[in-house]
Structure formats: structure tokens, C-alpha cells
């Protein structure tokens, strides 16, 4: 059998960039959804989407946790 172990609590998403982000978000009702106009150009049906911006590992994380 197979174990995990949760040894914290993260999250990178289109409503925040951690717990406290997103709870605040929720309880403001936001949703993070967009639409995107370039998704049309890409041939989707629907322009909506969850942007999320990309991230700066250099500055959060050193080489050895980014590999």
C-alpha cells in the first residue's frame, strides 16, 4: 500500500497565488473567469477562460527545488 503525506497547504490558481488570496476571493464571490479573445482564434467554441499569470520560480524557488 501506497502512502501520501501532506505536509502543507498551497495553491496557484486565477482567483490567487495562495490560501489566504483565495479564501478572500471566495468570500468576495470573484471568480477569476475571463474571457479571451484569443481562444477564438484557436478554434474553441467558447471565449472563457482562467487566466493565471506565470509565475517567477527563479525568485520563489533556488535551482535545486525548481528541478
Not at 488570496?21 to 474553441?44: A, P, T
Not at 493565471?52 to 525568485?59: A, D, G, Q, Y
Request: charged content about 30%; hydrophobic content about 30%.
Amino acid at each position: 500500500m501506497r502512502r501520501v503525506v501532506i505536509t502543507g497547504m498551497g495553491i496557484y490558481s486565477c482567483i490567487g497565488k495562495n490560501l489566504q488570496e483565495v479564501k478572500q476571493s471566495l468570500y468576495e464571490g470573484k471568480s477569476g473567469i475571463i474571457c479571451d479573445g484569443k481562444r477564438k482564434d484557436f478554434g474553441y467554441r467558447s471565449c472563457l477562460t482562467g487566466w493565471v499569470e506565470e509565475p517567477n520560480l527563479k525568485e520563489q524557488l533556488s535551482r535545486r527545488e525548481r528541478v
